[in-house]
């Protein structure tokens, strides 16, 4: 399982990171100042820190001069959105820098591209009576391989890494077709519809009025 601590002192924001992340397979361990989070680290493994810059005691940017020499892969999170602090950030190591407010579906996508770049992804995914292997892209019902078209398997991936929130059509098309939605697609229901029925997923997926889709498991 993947190993990631959320240091952030707003316990709202860290909580509903922590609920998000665990939903989503994670293991989440949270800290809400930088002795906190110094100390947890020391005492613990993970695969991917989310690093809010402006906490207590000992600051995000000081808190990286800890952590970089361990090589573990960090996000910032942070309400300052100047160009400069993002150069700093980056330039101690982070591998990523999202301003706040963001969605949790943005923070998801995000923590997916660096655990990619790490080869930290789970291989194996196991959720509502599938098993995908996410290695050889083999989607597997009670034994039985399910024939999926490419973008039917980036679809599923985007649910089952994404699970209990509702994505809007436009999301969902923007992050597996790679662009822009155009105005009033069947395309994301139709390719819905399909994934659906041949996972018998009709109970699973579910239609959000006006919004999109969400997936219960």
């Not at 110094?38 to 600051?59: E, Q, S, T």
């Not at 196991?126 to 024939?147: C, E, H």
């Not at 996972?199 to 009025?209: C, K, R, S």
Request: proline residues 5%; hydrophobic residues 45%.
């Amino acid at each position: 399982m993947i190993h990631i601590l959320v240091v952030e002192d707003e316990k709202p924001i860290s909580n509903l990171i922590r609920m998000s992340l665990t939903k989503a397979g994670y293991s989440c361990m949270c800290a809400f100042d930088g002795e906190e989070a110094l100390d947890i680290i020391r005492d613990n493994y993970f695969d991917l820190i989310l690093l809010d810059v402006m906490i207590p005691k000992i600051d995000g940017f000081s808190l990286m001069q800890y952590i970089r020499p361990m090589k573990i892969p960090v996000i910032f999170l942070t309400a300052k959105n100047m160009v400069e602090d993002k150069v700093r950030g980056l330039e101690l190591g982070a591998e990523d820098y999202l301003p706040k407010p963001f969605e949790i579906i943005e923070l998801l996508a995000r923590v997916n591209v660096v655990l990619r770049r790490y080869n930290k992804t789970d291989t194996e995914i196991n959720i509502a009576g599938l098993t995908i292997d996410t290695k050889a892209m083999i989607v597997y019902k009670d034994g039985y391989q399910i024939a999926l078209t490419p973008k039917e398997y980036e679809l599923l991936l985007l649910f089952v890494r994404n699970p209990g929130i509702a994505m809007y059509r436009e999301t969902i098309y923007e992050r597996v077709w790679n662009e822009p939605f155009p105005y009033g697609s069947k395309t994301v229901d139709l390719h819905v519809q399909r994934l659906r029925k041949k996972l018998g997923w009709e109970e699973v997926i579910h239609a959000v009025p006006k919004v999109g889709y969400r997936l219960e498991a």
